[in-house]
């Protein structure tokens, strides 16, 4: 039996069923708008409390909104007193960006939030971008084309944001309306002038390795005082650093260090181009080819920041260049010098000609390396001073040179254009040339700070400096060839040259032996020795050649048949037997970690003394120096008991990293030595040339 229920009954059975449907969806909506009460409650509270005493803020609209344009609400911030500071959408190394919450009409939405051009504050090595007194920025609101406009709409909202000086910060924050009254118009045109306005064209961005590169249209016309790249892109750039910029026409090319602690990673960078004071534009980036040509830009926060005035640049590329002369770096090419400056006795006329074509090979020699390296640094090439001894072939080039000097020297067989005892002006200028290219693997005192602004400077600038540092190098010789006084010191020329010139074959056999082993050092030991083998060929062929000289014979065409093979062999023999070089860590007494930022950074971060020495093997005042100071039980010994971190950075090959720091310090070449106290920002840099107790006494010092 089926018992049917009223239809009154059924209908109210519906209608709540129904309700209790309603009810089940209209519950997360009402306990999620509770929710956003309730945190709005709470960010009113923590407003309330903040307070905005030492920025105020105030929210100002221009003029009524327009259906489908743009209407402009601007912030201002007012400092209570000259030392507090706000910041950029983007801070820096340290501060906290502006949030900002608008309760506008439905539809209407706001945009991008336009700063001014911020400024740079340095502190302890953190760089912030801030504003100093008061600032404005401007919110855009789009307006709906459909938007009922009934007078001017009374907009609300909170903003949260930090106040700082340089010792304190305080969080700040404020209840925002505008819309009516005294909220309207203001200072609306001058505002707008403060914007950093956007750049038609777009830039184009790539990201290496250890930098990003920018290139930013920008016409010729507009002048760059001091210009700098604020990057809106969190995380990704090391903004303390100094920023390279190169001018090619109407390109500006902007070199960034990334940050140790990024992805090195962005589909985009937007960001704001500092032209120098207030004045700037906003550029955007899409990623593309950035190639670094044209002429490097002397700026503010670069050279001028990190070199002194020209004319000292100049006085320490010549006296450095001098002060090679005794260096343990130059020692090679004494004996070419000295048989040189015997031979300046012989005349008046001989001497000066003599000191002439020697400055002109020495100076030249200088001036075509500064330029080699400029030129592979502006093509994105990581290169420093002394770079040629990076490379293999280079060195096995000037093994064979100091090979036949040495066999010249030692009578084995004449070549008029190296024979110091016989040849003209044109020796001297071949010994000018030799003798530059000897003396550029070390940097001696005066020296660095000079050739690391010529990484900076303006290319006729630095190859000033380059042959400056030559004319400096060549000063002696140049000198006793114009005074009477000093040639009249030297011994008059007899039958002792011949004596002298072959005991000159000793120290320039010795720099061919040093030349073997660091052709060793640089290919490995069966990249020596095929090398070797080239070599003996030559040998052979140049006592072949002196044998049929001393018989008065033509004797060069039998150089060619009797070096060829062995040339030959080499050609093929070399390149396939090459295998870079690592440095053994564990050979040193100071237990060294090899360098990098990374390494550096935590290093720096344990609390300890750090120690850091960049070397290479063909630096000869290096060597010096870690057989005096640095590879000394004293030092270890001093080293752990003060718990200084020790870390080496071999340059002995093409290193990117190390080139780039090198730079960032100022230095073209090595050595350089580094010493961080903990808790230190900048690093004390310590002389080029070492004592035995220098590193022990400075690690005990402060204990």
Same mark, same amino acid.
């Given at each position: 039996? *089926? ?24 519950? +997360?909506? =009402? ?31 221009? =003029? ?10 601007? #912030? ?57 007194? !008061? ?9 709906? %084309? ?27 924050? %404020? ?11 203001? @200072? ?12 038609? %064209?777009? %830039? ?52 960034? +260090?990334? &940050?140790?602690?990024? &992805?090195?990673? $962005? ?36 050279? !001028? ?22 260096? /343990?770096?130059?020692?090679?090419? #004494? ?10 006795? !012989? ?32 093509? =994105? ?21 100091? *090979? ?10 004449? #070549?008029? &254009?190296? @024979? ?37 400077? /303006? ?15 060549? #000063? ?17 020329? =007899?039958?002792?040259? @011949? ?7 000793? +120290? ?56 060829? /093979? ?24 100071? !237990? ?8 550096? $950074?935590?290093?720096? $971060? ?76 900048? +690093? ?20």
């Amino acid at each position: 039996m *089926t018992i049917a229920a009223p239809p009154f009954a059924r209908n109210a059975w519906f209608q709540a069923l129904l309700l209790a449907f309603a009810a089940l969806l209209v519950l +997360p909506q =009402g306990l999620a708008a509770q929710e956003a009460d309730d945190e709005r409650a709470l960010a009113l509270q923590r407003i309330e409390r903040t307070g905005d005493d030492r920025i105020a803020v105030d929210l100002y609209a221009d =003029g009524a909104p327009r259906a489908g344009e743009t209407w402009m609400l601007a #912030l201002r911030f007012t400092p209570s007193a000259p030392e507090w500071h706000g910041y950029w959408a983007n801070p820096g190394d340290a501060g906290l960006g502006m949030q900002l919450a608008l309760d506008l009409p439905e539809g209407w939405e706001a945009g991008e939030h336009l700063y001014p051009v911020p400024k740079r504050l340095l502190i302890a090595d953190l760089m912030n971008h801030i504003y100093e007194g !008061e600032y404005a920025l401007l919110v855009p609101v789009a307006v709906p %084309a459909d938007a009922v406009i009934d007078g001017i709409p009374e907009v609300t909202g909170m903003v949260e944001y930090l106040a700082c000086t340089d010792e304190i910060c305080v969080p700040q924050g %404020a209840v925002l309306s505008a819309g009516q009254g005294s909220t309207l118009g203001r @200072d609306f045109a001058r505002w707008r002038a403060e914007i950093a306005p956007m750049l038609d %064209a777009a %830039a184009t961005f790539t990201i290496t390795d250890q930098t990003l590169r920018l290139a930013i249209p920008l016409p010729e016309s507009v002048e760059l005082s001091d210009p700098h790249v604020f990057i809106a892109n969190t995380r990704l750039v090391d903004y303390a650093p100094f920023q390279s910029f190169w001018r090619d026409g109407d390109l500006l090319l902007v070199e960034v +260090p990334l &940050s140790d602690f990024g &992805s090195g990673e $962005a589909e985009t960078i937007e960001g704001i181009l500092s032209f120098g004071g207030e004045a700037g534009v906003r550029f955007a980036a899409a990623p593309g080819e950035v190639a670094i040509v044209g002429d490097p830009l002397v700026t503010m926060n670069s050279a !001028e920041a990190l070199t002194p005035p020209l004319w000292t640049l100049i006085l320490g590329a010549l006296v450095g260049g001098l002060i090679l002369n005794i260096m /343990p770096c130059v020692f090679p090419i #004494l004996s070419l010098k000295a048989l040189s400056l015997a031979r300046a006795g !012989e005349s008046e006329a001989e001497a000066r000609s003599e000191g002439l074509a020697y400055t002109a090979g020495v100076v030249l020699a200088c001036v075509a390396l500064g330029g080699i390296m400029l030129a592979l640094r502006a093509a =994105g090439e990581q290169v420093g001073w002394a770079f040629q001894l990076q490379s293999p072939s280079v060195v096995i080039t000037l093994l064979v040179l100091a *090979t036949v000097i040495t066999l010249n020297f030692g009578g084995i067989f004449e #070549l008029p &254009s190296i @024979d110091t005892g016989n040849g003209q002006g044109r020796s001297a200028f071949g010994t000018g040339l030799v003798a530059a290219i000897a003396a550029t693997p070390c940097t001696g005192p005066f020296m660095a700070a000079a050739l690391g602004a010529a990484l900076l400077l /303006p290319t006729p600038l630095a190859l000033l400096l380059f042959a400056m540092l030559g004319l400096g190098l060549a #000063l002696p010789f140049l000198a006793i060839g114009f005074v009477p006084a000093l040639r009249k010191r030297l011994p008059k020329p =007899g039958a002792w040259m @011949d004596t002298f010139r072959k005991a000159m074959a000793i +120290p320039m056999g010795l720099t061919a032996l040093a030349l073997i082993w660091l052709t060793a050092q640089l290919g490995g030991r069966g990249f020596a020795l095929f090398a070797l083998v080239a070599l003996f060929g030559i040998v052979l062929a140049l006592y072949v050649v002196g044998r049929l000289q001393k018989a008065g014979k033509m004797a060069w065409p039998a150089f060619g048949l009797v070096a060829a /093979p062995f040339l030959i062999f080499g050609a093929f023999a070399l390149p396939s037997s090459y295998a870079p070089p690592s440095r053994d860590l564990t050979a040193s007494l100071l !237990e060294p970690q090899a360098f990098s930022q990374e390494v550096l $950074a935590e290093a720096r $971060a344990s609390g300890q003394p750090v120690f850091v020495w960049f070397t290479a093997d063909w630096c000869v005042t290096c060597k010096v120096n870690e057989s005096v100071a640095i590879e000394r039980e004293s030092t270890a010994e001093a080293f752990k008991e003060a718990g200084v971190v020790a870390i080496v950075g071999d340059w002995t090959v093409r290193d990117e990293a190390i080139t780039q720091f090198l730079t960032e310090q100022g230095v073209a070449g090595v050595p350089l030595y580094l010493w961080y106290e903990p808790g230190s920002g900048e +690093p004390e840099q310590l002389p080029q040339v070492l004592t035995p107790e220098m590193l022990s006494e400075r690690a005990l010092r402060d204990r």
